[in-house]
Every structure is written in C-alpha cells, then in structure tokens.
C-alpha cells in the first residue's frame, strides 16, 4: 500500500489541496493529507480524517474517521462492501485500533451498502427513518433501483463506445473506465442491505475514548432521517447530503422543509462542513446560499402549481435564476423528479 504523508505546510502539499470551486478565497481545512491506493485522508484534527475516493475503486461518497482511545469510530461506509474493505484498509494506514461504530448519516445506498465490510460486531447508530428504511424494502427503493440502471447504462454506453473506437490510444482509455465501472457493478452482487442496531430520533451525544460525537436531527432534509455528525471540540461537522457544496438530490427530500433543517445545522459552531459528497467546506456562509435555493424553489413551485400548472409545467417554468452565481443555476426550469415528489407531497400522497 503506498502511502505518503504531506505535512500541510510542505511544498508538494500546496498542489494537493482540494479545490475549493464554490469559494473565492483558497483555504486549506487538512493538517496533513495521507494518500492510499483507494483513498485521500485529509487529516482535520488529531485524530479525525475524511475520506475521499482517489478513483481507484468507485466510492460515490466520502466518510469520516474518528479516532478514540481505544477504538474508531466512522460515518458512513460507501456504496459497495468493496469499497467499504477499500476504506478498511485505508483506516489501517493511520491506525490499527478496531472499528467499532458506525454512525450512518442517512440511509441511501451509496452512504450505507459498504456496512458489511466493518464486521458482524459493529455498532451501527442511524436515525429511526434510516432503520425503518434499510429494514423495510431497501432494495426496491426507487433512488437504488434507478442508480442499478445508471450504473447499467453506463457500461452499455462505454461498450457501445469501445466497439465504435478505432484509435489505439481512445481505445485503452474506453477499456479502462469500463474495467472500474464493470468492477463497481460486480460488486453490487454483494451487497447486503445492514440496518442500524441502535436509533435515535432527535440527538445522542457519545462520549467514549476522550472524544465527544454529537448525533443531532435538525428536521427533514435530504430524507427523512439527515444527521449531522458534530464534534463540538473541533467544530467539524460532518453533514451528509442535508448540505453539499450546491444543490442535493431531491429524490427523496422535503424541499418545503428543508431550509428549516439547515437553520438548525446553523446553531451549530462550526468551522468545517465535511458534506457527503465533495469537498469540504470552510465558508459557513454557504449554509445560507443553499438554504436560500430551497425556500426559493418552494415558493417557486407553490406558486406554479397554485397557477394551475402541471408537474411538468412547473419543473419547465421554474425560474431559479437568481442562484446561478451561489450555485450555478444557469437554465431555467428545476428538476422534475423533485417538483413532482413537492406536489405529491402537497396532494398528500407521501407523508
Ligand atoms: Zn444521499
């Protein structure tokens, strides 16, 4: 395992800092960054790394490590039990103490599915939507099932491609993406849906091993069970996808309440968000930018379906435009899959 490890201030350092598109000022949030065969580990404190894919193994989603006296403790697993023993390994880069909770910020497929790979003793803590949810019918749920044909589509586009391809050189680097995107699909052969033994419903404070971990749920966000995941000490909280750098996947989410949700994430001390996916986030201010988004697009579709419009209409009409400079909304019109799940919402067909 090939394993380098950059003090911040050093020169090779400066050209691995992440970058940080959505910010104009260029601020390092790591003390050091340690590079393994699958991941980069930015270390944030002592003791406390977010992991990021490197590419090597398809990840979809960043997890954090928290180092305690005796034991580890991790949020989030990735999307494969692959690549979950991929995080594994490169836990065991700066520590040989045993991993001995989980806590999942929610409980979509690509945060949860590596569960299996930390053992059959681990403590696995989630908010009760998330148990009901990976308990219930997880694999018939429709943000799993339309991540299968995603994934499925791409490898048919990049054989179709590759049977196209004559030039030696396009030819290789087909067969390359094909390779990691046919590994990540055999791997989801493996998966076994791992529910949390252990719930909370509005806040669980762990104070084991000289470090307190703050579980906090603020509200509906991203699903119905977003935690944040503070370490009030170090003012790190690691979000999920209740806050990314721009807008989440609505697929699952409760827009209307949604900015409600980041108002309580705002009563929180923080000096870095660490979101689920993405970069970290040193401008807390960016809180306020999505939350904007959110109570914009609700007003937005309220509004048109107030006019009578249809889902589709509304999703075609919505003009968010005002955030193109915050979060690069260019076009108008909003995700349809969203406006739609807002109306059904609104029409009390999904609770
Ligand atoms: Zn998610």
Not at 303 to 322: N, P, Q
Request: proline share 3%; glycine share 8%.
């Amino acid at each position: 395992m090939g394993r380098e490890f950059f003090l911040a201030n050093s020169a090779q350092s400066r050209l691995l800092l992440p970058a940080l598109i959505y910010t104009l000022s260029i601020v390092s949030y790591a003390q050091g960054v340690i590079t393994t065969d699958t991941h980069r580990l930015d270390q944030v404190a002592d003791g406390v790394y977010f992991a990021t894919g490197n590419g090597d193994i398809y990840t979809m989603s960043n997890a954090l490590i928290i180092e305690r006296e005796d034991d580890i403790v991790i949020v989030d697993s990735h999307i494969t039990p692959a690549a979950g023993r991929a995080l594994l390994d490169s836990i065991r880069t700066v520590s040989d103490k045993p991993v001995t909770t989980l806590i999942n910020s929610h409980f979509h497929y690509d945060h949860s599915n590596g569960t299996p790979a930390f053992g059959d003793d681990l403590e696995i803590i989630g908010h009760e939507v998330t148990y009901e949810k990976l308990t219930g019918d997880p694999e018939n749920e429709h943000t799993y099932q339309s991540s299968l044909h995603r994934f499925d589509n791409t490898v048919a586009r990049l054989e179709s491609e590759l049977a196209n391809a004559t030039d030696a050189d396009e030819r290789l680097q087909i067969e390359n993406q094909l390779n990691y995107w046919r590994r990540h699909v055999e791997a989801q052969s493996e998966i076994v849906f791992t529910p949390p033994t252990q719930t909370l419903r509005d806040k669980m404070t762990l104070y084991r091993g000289g470090r307190e971990i703050q579980l906090h749920y603020f509200g509906r966000a991203h699903t119905g069970g977003d935690l944040a995941i503070y370490l009030p000490k170090e003012k790190i909280v690691f979000s999920g996808d209740m806050i990314l750098g721009g807008i989440s996947y609505m697929g699952d989410g409760y827009v209307a309440e949604w900015a409600d949700t980041l108002q309580g994430l705002k009563g929180l001390d923080i000096k870095l968000i660490l979101p689920g996916h993405g970069p970290g986030i040193t401008d807390v201010g960016r809180i306020s930018l999505v939350q904007a988004y959110y109570t914009d697009l609700t007003e937005e579709i309220k509004r048109l379906k107030d006019l009578g419009y249809s889902a589709e209409e509304a999703a075609a009409r919505a003009d968010l435009r005002e955030h193109e400079r915050t979060l690069g909304v260019r076009q108008l019109g909003a995700n349809l899959e969203a406006v739609q799940r807002m109306y059904d919402i609104w029409d009390g067909l999904i609770q």
